[in-house]
Every structure is written in C-alpha cells, then in structure tokens.
C-alpha cells in the first residue's frame, strides 16, 4: 500500500487549500482513513478521520468547524479541504490508513502513511 499526498502550499491566514491522499491497492475502501499533522519541533497530531463508507467523519476540536474530510472510494482519494487557515494550521500534514472499522486517533493505531505536504500559513 502507498499513499501519496498533495496540494501543500504557501497561503495567508484566512484562505482554503485542499489536500488529496491517492492510495494504491484494493482494499482503499475497507480501512478508516486518517489525517494528521507535525509541526516543526511537535508530535505528531491527529486531525481528522472518516470511515470506510465516509458516513462519519471525526475531527480534533482545534479544527473542527473549519476543515472537512471526504473520501471517493472509487477513485481511492481521500481529500482534507481546509478553510479559514491559521498560522498554528502550519505544519507537514499526512494522510494514514486505519484500522477496518476501530476509530483511533492515536498515530500508532495507523499502519501506512503518505509521504506529507507542507502546509505554511503566513500571518
């Protein structure tokens, strides 16, 4: 399984990006699908995650209400629109494939990464 992750960028406070993980294999469809993120001398954080059917999403609260996860099975993508960005937003965001149907927000519960896209908010 390889997960590859794209649409970082450079943007300023207030604007939207919206990041796409495209997975190879399968079993896309079968697995929960996670995003998190790092920023620059922290751990690595939970964001958000949505199930195999996409009908339930979960988001950290320090983003809740302003990112939003979507998935197309058929395409094996899963998307991270992000809107009214802030700076502490900044960080090396990467998609993970999760358990089968567990929810976990703990990076180790999470067995395939991407690679990361940058994300940088300027203020």
């Known amino acids: 399984v390889q997960l590859q992750a794209s649409g970082g960028g450079l943007v300023q406070a207030g604007d939207s990006l919206r990041l796409s993980c495209v997975a190879s294999?399968?079993?896309?469809?079968?697995?929960?699908m996670g995003w998190f993120r790092q920023a620059p001398g922290k751990e690595r954080e939970f964001v958000g995650l949505?199930?195999?059917?996409?009908?339930?999403?979960l988001y950290a609260d320090s983003v809740k209400g302003r990112f939003t996860i979507s998935r197309d099975n058929a395409k094996n993508t899963v998307y991270l629109q992000m809107n009214n960005l802030k700076p502490k937003d900044t960080a090396v965001y990467y998609c993970?494939?999760?358990?089968?149907?567990?929810?976990?927000?703990?990076?180790?519960?999470?067995?395939?990464w991407g690679q990361g896209t940058l994300v940088t908010v300027s203020s």
């Open positions: 949505i199930t195999r059917s996409g009908g339930r999403t």
């Open positions: 993970a494939r999760g358990p089968n149907t567990s929810i976990q927000t703990s990076p180790r519960s999470y067995t395939y």
């Open positions: 294999g399968s079993t896309f469809g079968n697995c929960i």
